[in-house]
């Protein structure tokens, strides 16, 4: 079982920056590869952004490319997402997954065989 904790959400006027944090705990925990999801009001949950267990893959959304980073510590058990030049349209609930394999874009963008999520965090962007 690994558990996953959102922490770094917040208020911030449109242009301004935030990061995200997941940490994850328990067995195995830093052998997952990782993704960010979020969901807004009225609208269904989208994906966001995806790493690989090493860190050397990833995936973005066309909405975000250029502007979110997606990372993870040293450890493995830590995974960030560096969001910039933030837009109201950001705003959400931005929750964190687990999964075993990276493989594709699609997979994650369907979220299939998601293993674990977390609570999620809230992101408020004013304009």
């Known amino acids: 079982q690994v558990q996953l904790v959102e922490s770094g959400g917040g208020l911030v006027q449109a242009g301004g920056s935030l990061r995200l944090s997941c940490a994850a705990s328990g067995r195995s925990a830093g052998t997952y590869a990782m993704g960010w999801f979020r969901q807004a009001p009225g609208k269904e949950r989208e994906f966001v952004a995806a790493?690989?267990?090493?860190?050397?893959?990833?995936f973005y959304a066309d909405s975000v490319k250029g502007r979110f980073t997606i990372s993870r510590d040293n450890s493995k058990t830590t995974v960030y997402l560096q969001m910039n030049s933030l837009k109201p349209e950001d705003t959400a609930v931005y929750s964190c997954?687990?999964?075993?394999?990276?493989?594709?874009?699609?997979?994650?963008?369907?979220?299939?065989?998601?293993?674990?999520w977390g609570q999620g965090t809230q992101v408020t962007v004013s304009s």
């Open positions: 790493l690989s267990w090493g860190g050397s893959r990833t």
């Open positions: 997954a687990a999964r075993r394999s990276f493989t594709v874009v699609g997979d994650w963008i369907r979220e299939d065989d998601i293993d674990y």
